[in-house]
């Protein structure tokens, strides 16, 4: 099959499948006597008022993670780690995907956001760029997750989830860094 066939033929079967998926929710729902109309319209309706009271979290994570870029924080962070690495004679190409794996704990589309800010400026096929495409997956938005689902059911004492959070991150960043290294050189 040529890619062009391949393509479209992978576009058609998860396009079915989704559809698929949605008859069959549909149908399920019918033959039990769920009116599912009406379902889905209170569903919507919960949805947007979880939404609204999500806001202000997502509006304060946004505003942290400009704040972080735009201070110079993060480039003068990252000045200091290429210094260590380099005074423990380690390759340092891995420093230039970090603010990749540092904006995810904050942010999962400011991640994105740095993901292709690296493979633009440093090439797609160059060391950080194949480094920053495994820290999405690598990491969780930890304090979105904190700020956001914490906040919306009332849990104040987050000091054991946060402590838990940062380690599986740093174990997550550490991992793909060695896979990196071990896949790429």
């Known amino acids: 099959?040529?890619?062009?066939?391949?393509?479209?033929?992978?576009?058609?079967?998860?396009?079915?499948?989704l559809f698929s998926i949605v008859m069959m929710f549909l149908v399920v729902g019918a033959l039990r006597g769920v009116k599912v109309y009406d379902a889905f319209i209170e569903g919507a309706k919960e949805g947007l008022s979880f939404t609204i009271t999500l806001l202000p979290y997502l509006i304060a994570m946004l505003v942290a993670v400009g704040v972080l870029r735009a201070s110079?924080?993060?480039?003068?962070?990252?000045?200091?780690i290429r210094?260590?690495?380099?005074?423990?004679?380690?390759?340092?190409?891995?420093?230039?995907?970090?603010?990749?794996?540092?904006?995810?704990?904050?942010?999962?589309?400011?991640?994105?956001?740095?993901?292709?800010?690296?493979?633009?400026?440093?090439?797609?096929?160059?060391?950080?760029?194949?480094?920053?495409?495994?820290?999405?997956?690598?990491?969780?938005?930890?304090?979105?997750?904190?700020?956001?689902?914490?906040?919306?059911v009332g849990i104040t004492r987050i000091r054991h989830g946060l402590g838990c959070a940062l380690v599986a991150d740093a174990a997550g960043i550490t991992t793909a860094i060695v896979v990196c290294y071990w896949f790429f050189g």
Do not use: C, H
């Open 72 to 80: 110079g924080v993060l480039d003068a962070g990252l000045g200091g």
């Open 83 to 152: 210094w260590l690495v380099e005074g423990i004679g380690w390759d340092t190409r891995f420093v230039d995907a970090l603010p990749n794996a540092f904006v995810k704990p904050l942010s999962g589309s400011g991640s994105r956001a740095m993901m292709i800010e690296t493979m633009n400026t440093f090439g797609v096929d160059s060391f950080p760029g194949l480094l920053a495409a495994p820290f999405p997956g690598s990491t969780e938005t930890t304090f979105y997750v904190l700020a956001v689902y914490f906040g919306a």
């Open 1 to 17: 099959m040529s890619a062009q066939a391949l393509a479209a033929a992978s576009t058609l079967v998860g396009n079915l499948t």
